[in-house]
């Protein structure tokens, strides 16, 4: 072979060289494009690390919600105030007159459904991915269940109808009581799984998917969670028998005794972040939470600051509001889900709706009483729960009905604050008060009248 | 199948390619042709007049060039022999033509050429999108230019976009903050989106660029809010190195840059060698700016209850006599700047270069500002061989920019000048905390921010592009262009310890974003002769273009004194990553009929990365027609050609697209959170949908051009009808569906406006010249359709987005009225005007509450107009350039905070007991009643004045120079407006989409003062 076509080759070969590389371009320059930036939910959810960090997601997705769940709560009672740069719209809640429009409206519906979402999509697909034990599937279901009582408890509290589940396609709105009847429902399945979670089970769900810390009372305890959500529920519904019955269950000291949301490193306590943002302070204690409270009674300053004094002589509504301390002093610091004294006075309040006054009395005591040395009036405080230090009240100033119920509205006020309780008691034992919320409830959100298909406004 | 219909668009262009190739070519020879442009009044050679040697019988250059230095050009063309036509333009000048025999001799010379002054532009090249340069009069749609010398010319513009104020008709270009480092908004013919970008596409020599304004640092709009930056990355671009612009506003004209184009296109030309002797140039600018104006104050020497509202301890002495601060003298400064600019062209046979280097460093009107800024730029061109050129350009800029919390920061300077009664000395020492005394509102003291605080942007950034331009054959050209953006923007904020509180314990944030932007083009044209009437140029072109943004953010709290890296508690990490690819190809045919008229029709088939699986490829088809009626044979014998010197009608139609907002909403992808130190993760709230696919606008245009007297008068006249539908639009869902909402194609917006170019030059003699030009833009905005008839969907404050209503009005709280229409008041004290009404049962519970809210404004102009004269008087050259925006309205919430935390003189007005107290002061129900604080913005504004002369002949020898040109100019020097505020131009939200007319705070666009030298050697 001769090379007289070596030049026609070389031009040949140019053009191949200059067709591949066109071909090179092309290829290079793929339309699709996978989103960096987080895994895609196909991966998601057929993964087991992925579901369990999910799951973890979802217990975020809850505390990450606190304040939206209690904020119309405290500001619509007795409990918090805005201060003079606060929003128009949390004013609003102290005034009772909030637009069904606004966001302190809509919120609390947006974090329950997304929370419900969330649930869902978890104890839907848990139970196909390969690599889940069966104690993480129970763990799983039950959690999520939890959460999403947990959630949607909080609606009950706040409005007089709501759905109870998401649903894209337009979710059925019923009224207050039957989504009281879903959450207890919802929460007896969940205990109904944990029981058959072996305590080996337990721990190792615990600590992979509910903890990672080595605290006693740190993270969401599930079992004594689910119980105390069932007596607070069931107090509600008005089912004293179970409400006792699920309160004795929660351990009143150690641990399940509380169960602490934490907010390390970067994360913030979504109350104190709201108290605190910056110079703006929105909210903090109401200046009533002090001056109403009995003179020897050392939880107002458990749970808020009543310093600069200043603040006080801000006059008017917005009222005068007083930084957080406890459980929202700091961006830090933990959130209870529930506090063991809410179960002394679940089972005080209970004991007296079913006549048992004295037993009432003695636990009202108790609370009251909580920290005081009864001899010699001396007092030690706990850096975990608010403690009273009150001198006892005597027998005949707990001997009626009445006069129980109002003690047990005091207790539960200075107890429970921050924990969006204190409406649904001013409304519970409104005959045994003077106190009256700025209004019995948040309107419907306008955006759910307007986008939800079932049309549930529609008269 | 989309790679299938791709493939089949790739067979299409081989093909015609091939058949290109396959045409025959008549014999051929080199020709060089010389001579000389020359201003036809004065005589003084002509710089950069373009030459172009026409084909027999056709508008089609066989080859073309520009003058040097000295006014000649030498044209060498591979043609056959024949007659020719050559012919010369220059921008702002009349054309004029020669026939040139080519026959034998191979080296022709012409006799000098004149070009007499005129008001015309009819007759340039222009880039009309992409492909092959055509001449203005071939195209259908208008196309706004302007040259390099204006932009070089306008005072004091640091940026490219502030030359180009007032300069483009039909574009509203916006200063929306007086900090240093240049922020503006530009918007083409409206605009034509809600939630995507509506600046511009960048175009720098073929190579889209980066103009990121999304916020490192919030610095002006809370960082709640979408977060404009105060400086947009147009402002990289030095106006010193432009040579020209052109501007594409809508889709008829931009067709072809497809799914980007739906605000339109800036392309910017960069300056290039000429082949001669090098040519040196130094440019040397001194500038002083000022603040137009401070915010009024409250000056009552009594104690009011804005004060005591503000410092408690002040109660008491209610009504008693204090001291009052302005220290606003302490704030604003006389900013200085000096700008220089060095550049060495030239070229020898084959090569052409041209370097530049630049140096800025100006400081800004509130102490402790400024920007600086260092570049350079090289641009190299050679002839491979006679049919092969290669071009490689490169620009290497830096720049830094100081700037200050502004608007709604709460640190932000002038900020806290609106929020703190004046009974606050900011200059106390507070021996307490040993330290500037903090502002009893904000904390932050404003004299410490400017001390100890840094607020720094730091930008480094490359841009290079490589061409290759190849002409096998005379009437095919094919072009390669690579072309790289890759810029890095480093921000410091530094917010020290107890800056803002006792309890503060430092702030720093250390963003970094790179960019990097790479498109890659190959385009082909190939020109046809069919007879001698009809010629077809034929256009084929593929498009791939990619961009990545990579975010990363740190943040610490706790800082330790002196460190100004990041060492403190870790607050923030964070990193984005995005990627966008679009991949295009384009054809294009461009009929010529008779030199006279022309119809031009092409389609972009387009596919990006961020559309839906299902909607991945897009058509973009465009035509056109242009017909120069003075060309028909008759018409200067008509009555018509009695009246017009020149007359062309042109329509065009096209279609271009706009990119989804987000790069990946075409995808589910799980965000993390937090829970409890453990990392978890949760599904996005946002649902996905695969049918996502540009917003897509539609645009018809009609327009003629035309000249009397002699070209002494011309004339451009466009009307435009723009429908943009498909608009994405964020869909909330029921809060119950267990997602916050989705992006639908869903909205729908129309942009309808004339435009109206008139230029003169009614004086032309040797001692005296006036050139005049008016512009005259009227758009109205119209948003057609939205998810539900009912929605409103606000931004921000206040602009939102109502069906029927133009985008972006002010919807607010307007006084309640009774039945007789009285204005309601809330309280015994008639004081406070309630915003709302609140009927209550008898038991004080709220039964129902009514909020009225109107359309209170327009930020949109009705119009827009400018006026530019220049005379020049016996070599005195004097520029006069009047801008202005007509109707549109600002809402000033700068009063607003300042009556309502009482530092305004309405808290004087409370104090002197000349009103209730309450009226103004902490009145959050008039707050609330924004009908109050809208006005009215209509503004115009001295935007560009300059005197110069240039000094020749023996006088700038003497100097060792060529020529020296010495001016005195200024910027921004006057506004008339009856706006109660500093500035109606300014916007909080920048260069926000809907959010515009915003004045809260924000630093007012300093008037400019420059003293300027330039040297030629």
Redesign the interface.
Known sequence: MSFPNRSRAARRGRRALALAALAGATAGCSLDLVNPNGPKEEDVLNNAELILTTTAGLQAQYADNILVFVRASELASDQWSTRPVALAADVSLVRGTPDATFGVVADPFAATFRISRTAALLRQNAPGVPGLSRGQLTGISALSRLIEAMSLGHLTNQYERMPVRYDSAGAAVLPRAAARDTVIAWLEMARAEVLTMTPAELTAFRTRVLDSSAGANTGINLPATIDAMLARYYLFDGRYTEALAAAQRVPLTGAGSLSLLQYPGTQMNPLFQYMSLGQLRYVGARKEFFTEADSADRRPTFWADRVPSTANTTTGTPDSAFSFRTYGGTRADPYPVYLPDEMRLIQAEAYARLGNLTEAARLVNEVRTQGRNLVTGACTLNAVEPTGCNPPLTAEQLDTEAEVFRAILYERRYELFNQGLRWEDLRRLAAYTTDRPSMQFLPFPQSECDRNPTRPCAT | MPPTRLRRWLGATMLLLSGALAHPAAAQDSYTITGSVQDADTRTPLVNASVQLRNPGTSTAAASTVTDAAGRFSLRARVAAGTYTLQFTQIGRGTSTRQVVLGADREVSVPAVALSSAALQLEELVVTGTGAPAERREIGNAVSSVSGEEVTRAPAATSADQALQGKIVGAEINETSGQPGGGSSIRLRGTNTILGNAEPLIVVDGVIVDNNNDALIGLGSNATRSNTALTNRLSDISPDEIERVEVLKGAAAAALYGSRANSGVIQIFTKRGRQGAPQISYTTELQAARTPGYFPVNTERRIGVADT?AV?AL?PFLGRDTTRYDYQDQIFQTALGISNQLSVSGGSEGTTYYLSGNWNDEEGIIRSTGYSRYGGRAKVTQRLSNWMEVEAGGSYLRTRTNLVPEGEQ?QGILTTVIFTPTTFNPNQFDSAAARLAYSPV???NPLDVIQNWTARSDITRFLGNVRATATPRSNLTITYLAGLDDGREEDTYLQPRFA??GAFSGSLQTPVRSVRRFN?DLTATLENSFGSNLELSSTVGFR?T?DRINTIRAAVSDLTPGFETLVGV????S?????????GTFVQERLSIADRLFLTAGVNLE???A?GEDQ?YQYFPRVSASYVVDEQPGFRESAFGGVFSTLRLRGAYGQTGGQPPG??LN?????????????????P?L?RNDALKPERQREWEFGADASFLDDRVAMELTYYDKRTSDLVLSV?????????SQFRNIGELSNKGIELALSAAPVQRDNFRWNTRLLFARNRNKIEKLN?ASDTITFEYLNAVIEGQPIGVFYGRTYPTDAAGNRVHLGTNRTPFAA?D?ARNADG??RS?V?HREILGDPNPDFTASLQNTFNVRGVEVGVLFDGRFGGDVANFTRRSADFFGSSPNAGVEARGDTINGTFS?N?ERN?LYEEFIEDGTFVKLRELSVGYRIEGDWARRLGVDDVGIRLAGRNLYTWTDYSGIDPEINLFAASTVARGVDFATTPIPRTWVLGFDFNL
Do not use: D, H, K, M
């Open positions: 509202i408690r109660g709460t904000i904390g932050t803002t509180s890659n791939y990619q870790l607050q923030t990490a990193q984005g990553t995005t990627e966008l690819r679009t991949v596919g990006s990365s559309f991945r790069e990946y995808q589910v992808t799980y965000t993390n959170v937090l829970f409890g130190g453990r990392a978890g993760i949760r599904p709230t649902q909330p869902l029921a809060p119950s569906s267990g997602f916050s539900q709302r609140t519970t709220v509450i909020i902490r959050a609330l």
